[in-house]
T-cell receptor, first 112, second 113 residues
Framework: QQQVKQSPQSLIVQKGGISIINCAYE??????FPWYQQFPGKGPALLIA?????SEKKEGRFTISFNKSAKQFSLHIMDSQPGDSATYFCAASSKGTYKYIFGTGTRLKVLA | KAGVTQTPRYLIKTRGQQVTLSCSPISGHRSVSWYQQTPGQGLQFLFE???????NKGNFPGRFSGRQFSNSRSEMNVSTLELGDSALYLC????????????FGPGTRLTVT
């Protein structure tokens, strides 16, 4: 019940295309859902995060869509660029804690 | 503001030894969390400290321990190292308030031989 399932494991997208990464959870106590981007040799960097009281949040080319009833959330990267090539992790935490449960990661490659 | 800093960045140890890793959070942040990242298990939560107290703990053996100092800097210690402890150890800091954002450092790459 503590797991966060992430798919796909890897993704190849053409430059200018839309990259979509999905995550699903079981624990209804989760109430904070961040997405992180990690480049090789670096720590994860916070991209965008959402709480379950909204269904969508957009920041620049990055959008989180959240479906509370289905217990799913997804990251959309619009106009994907080669510089977006990285590993993306979704995560979830319960109210009042900083204990993140991470998904297994998606390796994104954007072709020039 | 300076980001989260971790020292050392790379470390090679032998089985059975112990190791101490250090983390300095973003100025003003009082919560520090530690995570282990491996290709097989992904990112796993170790523990979280706030105001020198451990608030949360993950499912790791007692060989993994940590502490936090009054200036919010934190250390984690792994005793009796095993080959499986080879990993990237990440520290994350968080501010107070309603936001639960965590900001990660670059990590310490530990190799156990």
């Amino acid at each position: 019940q503590q797991q966060v399932k992430q798919s796909p494991q890897s993704l190849i997208v053409q430059k200018g295309g839309i990259s979509i990464i999905n995550c699903a959870y079981e624990n209804t106590a989760f109430d904070y859902f961040p997405w992180y981007q990690q480049f090789p040799g670096k720590g994860p960097a916070l991209l965008i995060a959402i709480r379950p009281d909204v269904s969508e949040k957009k920041e620049g080319r990055f959008t989180i869509s959240f479906n509370k009833s289905a217990k799913q959330f997804s990251l959309h990267i619009m106009d994907s660029q080669p510089g977006d090539s990285a590993t993306y992790f979704c995560a979830a935490s319960s109210k009042g804690t900083y204990k993140y449960i991470f998904g297994t990661g998606t390796r994104l490659k954007v072709l020039a | 503001k300076a980001g989260v800093t971790q020292t050392p960045r790379y470390l090679i140890k032998t089985r059975g030894q112990q190791v101490t890793l250090s983390c300095s959070p973003i100025s003003g942040h009082r919560s520090v969390s530690w995570y282990q990242q491996t290709p097989g298990q992904g990112l796993q939560f170790l523990f979280e400290y706030f105001s020198e107290t451990q608030r949360n703990k993950g499912n790791f053996p007692g060989r993994f321990s940590g502490r936090q100092f009054s200036n919010s800097r934190s250390e984690m210690n792994v005793s009796t190292l095993e080959l499986g402890d080879s990993a990237l150890y990440l520290c994350a800091s968080s501010g107070t308030g309603a936001s639960y954002e965590q900001y990660f450092g670059p990590g310490t790459r530990l190799t156990v031989t």
